[in-house]
């Protein structure tokens, strides 16, 4: 009697070592499982936000641009006027201007901008012709035009707002645009009635919607130095 109960003491510790065995090596492939879904799962955010922001899905790294960081594009962000002729700007750089363009921060989240891509030789040069201070001939072959909705933003007074929303957007624009290695000038439209109706009739805009600028894009065929404009005396603390 006392070997048999010898032999289920053995039995019972031998069975429940085993159990506590498989307990552990299920945790552990439970939790490698969990690693590879958490992984698997990062990487999906991080190409979602990369194809949303970039076009190109090409993972997680491509978010940066392979460009310089955004403090040092805006410190080396410069007006350019003249362009490389023989270069067009290429399709997926434009759409990533694009995108940055409507990452920008809008009044109650109206999103009233609208952008008219123009790269048809003979809408540029009419473009040229009735905007000589736009650069258009310069040698661009690509102008973007940032309008904005009077109809889709806020009503009443608020409706002045799109100027603020699409100026945001223009900036966004041109920081995308340098970080690409282009180069671009922003030339302003609105509120010059003539500039407005040129504008207007060269690009079909309909009724409702404003031309705010002019942005011709290329590649540069000069390199201004760019300026300093730091002035801690323009900064009022608390009070003017």
Same mark, same amino acid.
């Given at each position: 009697?006392?070997?048999?109960?010898?032999?289920? +003491?053995?039995?019972?510790?031998?069975?429940?070592?085993?159990?506590?065995?498989?307990?552990?090596?299920?945790?552990?492939?439970?939790?490698?499982?969990?690693?590879?879904?958490?992984?698997?799962?990062?990487?999906?955010?991080?190409?979602?936000?990369?194809?949303?922001?970039?076009?190109?899905?090409?993972?997680? =790294? /491509?978010?940066?641009?392979?460009?310089?960081?955004?403090?040092?594009?805006?410190?080396? $962000?410069?007006?350019?006027? #003249?362009?490389?002729?023989?270069?067009?700007?290429? =399709?997926? #750089?434009?759409? +990533?201007?694009?995108?940055? &363009?409507?990452?920008?921060?809008?009044?109650?989240?109206?999103?009233?901008?609208?952008?008219?891509?123009?790269?048809?030789?003979?809408?540029?040069?009419?473009?040229?012709?009735?905007?000589?201070?736009?650069? !258009?001939? @310069?040698?661009?072959?690509?102008?973007? !035009?940032?309008?904005?909705?009077?109809? @889709?933003?806020?009503?009443? $007074?608020?409706?002045?707002?799109?100027?603020? =929303?699409?100026?945001? &957007?223009?900036?966004?624009?041109?920081?995308?645009?340098? /970080?690409?290695?282009?180069?671009?000038?922003?030339?302003?439209?609105?509120?010059?009635?003539? $500039?407005?109706?040129?504008? $207007?009739?060269?690009?079909?805009?309909?009724?409702?919607?404003?031309?705010?600028?002019?942005?011709?894009?290329?590649?540069?065929?000069?390199?201004?130095?760019?300026?300093? +404009?730091? @002035?801690? &005396?323009?900064?009022?603390?608390?009070?003017?």
């Amino acid at each position: 009697m006392r070997e048999t109960t010898g032999f289920a +003491k053995w039995l019972f510790c031998f069975v429940l070592g085993a159990g506590l065995m498989v307990l552990v090596d299920g945790c552990d492939k439970a939790e490698d499982v969990g690693r590879k879904v958490m992984h698997k799962s990062g990487d999906l955010v991080g190409k979602g936000a990369t194809e949303f922001f970039s076009g190109v899905g090409e993972g997680v =790294d /491509a978010v940066k641009w392979k460009g310089p960081d955004v403090l040092t594009a805006i410190s080396t $962000r410069k007006s350019i006027r #003249k362009f490389d002729a023989s270069k067009p700007v290429e =399709d997926d #750089k434009i759409e +990533k201007m694009l995108r940055a &363009a409507m990452c920008a921060p809008t009044a109650m989240d109206k999103r009233p901008w609208e952008f008219v891509v123009v790269k048809d030789p003979a809408k540029l040069a009419a473009l040229a012709a009735r905007l000589p201070y736009s650069r !258009v001939g @310069n040698g661009a072959k690509l102008a973007i !035009v940032v309008c904005g909705s009077l109809d @889709n933003g806020l009503p009443g $007074r608020g409706k002045e707002y799109w100027i603020h =929303d699409c100026s945001a &957007a223009t900036m966004n624009l041109l920081l995308a645009a340098h /970080a690409q290695g282009l180069g671009a000038v922003w030339t302003g439209v609105f509120p010059g009635e003539d $500039r407005v109706a040129a504008v $207007r009739e060269i690009l079909s805009i309909p009724d409702g919607y404003m031309p705010l600028n002019v942005i011709p894009v290329g590649y540069p065929a000069e390199n201004p130095p760019a300026k300093d +404009k730091w @002035n801690p &005396a323009k900064i009022h603390y608390d009070k003017w």
